[in-house]
């Protein structure tokens, strides 16, 4: 709260948007700033109630999240967290309750459909960098002069962000290059196979890519057409990753690769699981949701067949004698989970036995149903 001041709108300022009863938290601690009316300006935000006022410039704000709050009527977002710099403020204000670096906006019904959109392109705008609003009319030369050197130190200024971020991404360009160029080389030359630490710094560039436009709720008017793009958008990222671990990924891990693309428009796990449970129904889909004996839920490529898995099972048993959910993760590439799931569908399918001691669960191969 130590980046508050009290201060009330300026008469210069053009309100983009307000909505009324918003609580203020002082990171999790409720403040006495209770169910107030809330402004939003190109520069500043304002929480007022009758005579008070307070006032938080954006310049403080790193980024915004939304939080979905479980009900009885279902989940809605009606928690927006702002997350801020460290304060430099000098004018007075509100004594910080906290040493956190975030406030929350706790709407008492749920976040106005639009508001959490509109407050990002603010706050991405950065508008405060063009100059103060200012307080009195300037006339003269000497007044045209000054206006035009605020606006040309501005633009310096917003040329000068933009190179930066410019620079930065040719670094990250040139270095996908480069390694992208000596993948090829090796595979055209045919001089040995690639590293794994130049396959895992490879994937980390693209994964750093993400998805340009996310799909986002608030896009659309109605759940089903959400959740049919939402599949759609899954299935695009999560394709190749799944080819890759032989076909099927566990759920928890789906989850994580999709919001890493994602970036800052995290996905919650409810929405992600109606998606997935929508591949289910769509019969032209290449990835199906399955759910295992145990409970355990997983993508699956459609292409991916049950007997070729428990092939694989059964030449790993054969090879290693016997294997436990860790040994056979390290030896095919899945998840430890996955590995798991593997084993006891082959024991359920008599390819395999188990043995519980006190090292754990093992299995081993059932040569009982093997032919003399």
């Known amino acids: 709260m130590d980046r508050f001041e009290y201060a009330k709108l300026d008469p210069a300022e053009t309100v983009i948007c307000g909505h009324k009863n918003v609580t203020l938290y002082d990171g999790d601690y409720k403040t006495s700033f209770h169910r107030g009316n809330i402004i939003l300006t190109a520069t500043r935000f304002f929480w007022t109630l009758g005579e008070a006022w307070l006032s938080l410039q954006l310049r403080y704000i790193v980024y915004i999240e939304c939080t979905v709050t479980d009900t009885l009527f279902g989940s809605k977002i009606k928690t927006i967290v702002i997350h801020l710099l460290p304060s430099d403020n000098t004018n007075p204000g509100p004594v910080a309750c906290v040493t956190g670096n975030y406030i ?32 009195h009319i300037r006339t003269g030369i000497g007044g045209i002069e000054k206006n035009i050197y605020e606006k040309q130190k501005a633009s310096d200024v917003s040329i000068t962000d933009a190179f930066k971020d410019l620079d930065r991404l040719m670094i990250t360009a040139k270095d996908m290059v480069m390694i992208s160029k000596n993948i090829s080389e090796k ?13 895992v710094r490879f994937k980390s560039y693209l994964l750093g890519l993400g998805v ?8 659309f008017t109605d759940s089903n057409s959400y959740y049919t793009t939402l599949c759609k958008e899954i299935i695009k990222i999560i394709q190749v990753s799944l080819d890759e671990v032989g076909g099927t990924m566990a759920l928890a891990e789906v989850y994580c690769r999709v919001n890493r693309a994602r970036g800052l428009d995290l996905l919650s796990p409810e929405d992600l699981m109606h998606a997935c449970f929508m591949m289910n129904s769509d019969t032209s889909s290449p990835i199906k949701l399955k759910q295992f004996d145990s409970g355990v839920l997983a993508l699956q490529s459609s292409m991916c067949e049950e007997s070729v898995v428990l092939k694989k099972i059964v030449e790993a048993l054969k090879i290693s004698g016997s294997l436990s959910a860790q040994e056979l993760s390290t030896s095919i590439g899945v998840s ?37």
């Open 187 to 199: 595979i055209k030359e045919k001089q040995g196979a690639i590293s794994d630490d130049e396959t």
């Open 336 to 372: 430890v989970l996955l590995a798991k799931e593997y084993l006891l569908t082959a024991e359920k399918n008599g390819k395999s036995c188990r043995d519980e001691s006190i090292e754990g669960l093992k299995f081993y191969l059932n040569k009982f149903l093997e032919e003399n």
């Open 104 to 135: 929350k906006l706790d709407f008492k019904d749920k976040v106005p459909e639009g508001f959490f959109d509109v407050f990002q392109k603010t706050i991405g705008e950065k508008k405060w960098l063009i100059g103060k609003i200012p307080h």
């Open 212 to 219: 340009d436009d996310p799909v986002t709720r608030s896009s």
